[in-house]
């Protein structure tokens, strides 16, 4: 018998009838297996219908729960918005607490309209280092749409912000580049800048000088130069960078054409914004400046025994020929800045103005001075002596002077004595903790 190679089977043809007979059947196969398949399959149409409606309800409530939920989120991002600025505007605002509490409310309530239920709460704090802390919560309700449906009608929402303004670095600023003694404090009495630090640019290497029993008080000291004695209450530092003088961006005020008043003794007398006094001026018993800027051009004020002198929103300009002798005796100054406009702050404005002679501002005697505000003095000598009842220079503000001398017995405080601080403290550190 014959055995057959696979090449035989190739050359005689039988692989390739044998493929033919098998594709065949399998084609007889296949088109009897779909007739019978189709046969056999029932009609679907009507069971997609049914399932399509069963399906939409719950699709559709998905839908709606998403767009609510979608709603919620973004009113609650408003709703945080507002909180934020409503902290912020809070310990912004000039005033006291009852002030700063209103301000934040009014604010919520005015811009978180769209919400129903709307309900705010403020509370104001003075944490350790820093002026003013503000705490703002909102709560509101939002109403859905979809959520309805399944019986949720509102949704509620709440929000919370902390604000806090921190004193500035420095609030007691000597700009005289180059003198010994720039800011020099002579006696038993005390100087202190509270919560705050005081930067003397002379480059001298006695730049700060400290002589007698006394105590010079501030979060920090820091000297271009050098510094002499003791007494501080934290040791100051020596050969550090000169500072820019910090209010030289707001406009100096324009001093008017002619005089008002010159060569005058003025007292209870009642005084208006606007005018300019020259020459010797000397005020007597009560004297009232009227809210505005209050012109001096060359003049030589003195403020006699027993003289008071008071006024609320008030600016003194002085220009660089002019300076303030106060004389001993009793009495009072009480004067407190603008709160608003382009003075904001600003209690007395010396001028920029170089002079060959320094002018000098000079608060003596027995008497209580209380001065809400910024004391701005580029290029004039700040000279405080004191004997009994020298007790507040500044209550709120910056003190920034060409050079600052104090002699005597008594307390000065200079810096942010109150609950807040005047916008003359510009440089104050604002921040939004949560």
């Known amino acids: 018998m014959r055995l057959y190679s696979f090449s035989d089977y190739v050359k005689q043809g039988y692989l390739s009838r044998t493929y033919k007979f098998i594709g065949s059947k399998l084609q007889m196969i296949e088109g009897i297996s779909m007739r019978k398949l189709r046969d056999f399959l029932p009609e679907e149409c009507g069971n997609f219908a049914v399932a399509a409606a069963l399906m939409a309800v719950p699709l559709g409530l998905a839908l709606g729960l998403s767009v609510d939920l979608t709603n919620a989120i973004f009113w609650k991002s408003r709703l945080q918005e507002i909180a934020d600025t409503a902290a912020l505007t809070a310990v912004e605002t000039d005033g006291g607490n009852e002030d700063a509490i209103k301000a934040a409310k009014d604010w919520a309530l005015a811009n978180g309209a769209f919400a129903t239920d709307v309900m705010v709460d403020a509370d104001i ?24 449906l399944a019986g949720i009608q509102t949704i509620d929402l709440h929000a919370a912000a902390i604000a806090r303004k921190t004193a500035p670095d420095y609030c007691v600023y000597v700009l005289d580049p180059d003198s010994s003694g720039a800011l020099m404090v002579i006696g038993a009495g005390g100087v202190s800048a509270q919560n705050c630090g005081i930067q003397v640019n002379s480059s001298s290497a006695t730049a700060l000088r400290h002589i007698g029993n006394g105590k010079i008080a501030a979060s920090k000291i820091s000297v271009a130069g050098g510094y002499q004695g003791g007494g501080y209450s934290v040791k100051p530092n020596p050969n550090q960078p ?8 707001i406009p100096e005020p324009i001093l008017p054409s002619g ?176």
């Not at 704090?125 to 309805?148: C, H, K, Q, Y």
């Not at 000169?242 to 961006?249: E, K, T």
């Not at 003194?316 to 002019?322: A, I, N, R, T, V």
């Open 242 to 249: 000169q500072l820019a003088d910090p209010l030289i961006d």
């Open 125 to 148: 704090t003075r944490p350790d280092n820093a002026l003013r802390e503000a705490n703002v919560a909102i709560s509101a309700r939002m109403p859905t749409f979809f959520m309805g």
């Open 259 to 434: 005089c008002d008043y010159n060569n005058e003794a003025l007292a209870d007398v009642s005084m208006p914004a606007g005018r300019t006094l020259c020459g010797s001026i000397s005020f007597d018993g009560d004297v009232t400046f009227s809210p505005g800027i209050h012109y001096f051009h060359n003049a030589v004020v003195g403020i006699g025994s027993g003289a008071n002198l008071k006024g609320n929103g008030v600016t003194l300009f002085l220009d660089s020929g002019s300076s303030i002798i106060q004389s001993p005796g009793s009495g009072s100054v009480r004067l407190s800045a603008p709160k608003d406009g382009i003075y904001s702050g600003l209690a007395i404005f010396g001028s920029r103005e170089e002079s060959d002679a320094i002018a000098t501002i000079s608060l003596s005697g027995n008497k209580n001075y209380v001065v809400d505000g910024t004391i701005y003095l580029p290029h004039h000598r700040l000279r405080m002596k004191g004997t009994h009842d020298l007790k507040a220079i500044v209550k709120s503000g910056l003190v920034v002077a060409w050079q600052i001398l104090y002699s005597g017995d008594s307390s000065v405080s200079i810096g942010a004595e109150g609950p807040f601080a005047a916008k003359g403290f510009r440089n104050a550190a604002v921040v939004l903790l949560r």
